[in-house]
Every structure is written in C-alpha cells, then in structure tokens.
T-cell receptor, first 111, second 111 residues
Framework: EDKVVQSPLSLVVHEGDTVTLNCSYE??????LLWYKQEKKAPTFLFML????IEKKSGRLSSILDKKELFSILNITATQTGDSAIYLCAVEETSGSRLTFGEGTQLTVNP | DAGITQSPRHKVTETGTPVTLRCHQTENHRYMYWYRQDPGHGLRLIHYSYGVKDTDKGEVSDGYSVSRSKTEDFLLTLESATSSQTSVYFCASARNADTQYFGPGTRLTVL
C-alpha cells in the first residue's frame, strides 16, 4: 500500500522566517510527486516533481525531490501571512490514474 | 483553473437518508475523483473515474457509489448516510492523472 508521510504536521512561524516542509513516501512504482497548497477551500497545485535533484521554483517557494532517499522538501523563504495554509504532498504511481496524499502540514505565519 | 463546480456546497441530513453530491467540470478532463478530507487523515480517495462509465474504488469506498454517464459529470452517492460520513468532500478532475484541479468542496453533516 502506498504511503505518504508529511512532517511536521503543524508549524507556527513569524513573518520573514524560512520554513522547510518534508514529505517522505513509499510507493511501488513512483511516477511523480506533487505539492498542493490548501487555504480555506480547495487545494491548488504548486509543483510537480519527477526527477531527482532538479529544483522547481516559483517566487519564494521551491521544491526538490530525492528519489534515492524517497523524499521531497518544500521551502518557503521570507514567509508572509498569506503563506498560512495546509501544504499537501501527493505521489503518483506509474500504473495508476490516482494520487495518494499525505496528511498535510498546517503552516501558520504570524505577523 | 479548471472550471469545476460542486453542488450542493453545504448539506445537513439525517442518518439513513440517501445523499447525492454532484461534480461538474467544463474542461473535458478524462479523469475525475472524489475525496473526503477529515482531521488527522488528509485527503483520502473514495472513488475515481478514468472515462465515461469507467470507475474504480479508492481507499475508503465502503458506503459510497459513483456514476459517470457524461464526461463532465461525476456523481457521488451515499445510499444510507451515517454519522461517520460527516466530512468535507472534494471533487477533482485531471486531463492526465497527475495534476488534479479541485472543486470548492461540499461540507456534509449527517446527524
């Protein structure tokens, strides 16, 4: 059974801090790993990672995948209150048409 | 963002009653998904569809059925609602099986 574990489950920081969110996974036939941001409503797509060592970057957010150690990290630099959200990690297998989600990390950025 | 809507957005019902939730997408996406989201569990897949009349079970499918008679519509039915099915339900769609776009969610309360 596929397994996705995110840590920490909850994190409280101050504006300007840098945070690192972790996602480890166990899948039979890995195809891709995805990060989503969920504010008050629906999750929205951030990144898709398929290759090890290649950093994806979007503004203050960046993510990288390590397929040997089976994990990914999501970094957010110079955090802002608008970064407060649940960050979800999901993995996709080569065989499938479905994603397995982790429990999510609840990030709170205080002013 | 993909045009995905869910209806109703909120529903309160009683134990033992049937409930149908509707997901509608206007992107001609092949794949559609139903998830439930609960504290401590993250997003869990209920059922998914990989084409009209083609559906499969997810990890928490007991007590739920789905139907997809048209590309744009994916219905989730609770034949006899139970209090354990109180949750927030998200629908998602995808052109390919990786980047999923989520609907706004339906908050269901079963009394």
């Amino acid at each position: 059974e596929d397994k996705v574990v995110q840590s920490p489950l909850s994190l409280v920081v101050h504006e300007g801090d840098t945070v690192t969110l972790n996602c480890s996974y166990e899948v039979t036939n890995f195809r891709s790993l995805l990060w989503y941001k969920q504010e008050k409503k629906a999750p929205t797509f951030l990144f898709m990672l398929t290759s090890s060592g290649i950093e994806k970057k979007s503004g203050r957010l960046s993510s990288i995948l390590d397929k040997k150690e089976l994990f990914s990290i999501l970094n957010i630099t110079a955090t802002q209150t608008g970064d407060s959200a649940i960050y979800l990690c999901a993995v996709e297998e080569t065989s499938g048409s479905r994603l397995t989600f982790g429990e999510g990390t609840q990030l709170t950025v205080n002013p | 963002d993909a045009g995905i809507t869910q209806s109703p957005r909120h529903k309160v019902t009683e134990t033992g009653t049937p409930v149908t939730l509707r997901c509608h997408q206007t992107e001609n996406h092949r794949y559609m998904y139903w998830y439930r989201q609960d504290p401590g569990h993250g997003l869990r897949l209920i059922h998914y569809s990989y084409g009209v009349k083609d559906t499969d079970k997810g990890e928490v499918s007991d007590g739920y059925s789905v139907s997809r008679s048209k590309t744009e519509d994916f219905l989730l039915t609770l034949e006899s609602a139970t209090s354990s099915q109180t949750s927030v339900y998200f629908c998602a769609s995808a052109r390919n099986a990786d980047t999923q776009y989520f609907g706004p969610g339906t908050r269901l309360t079963v009394l």
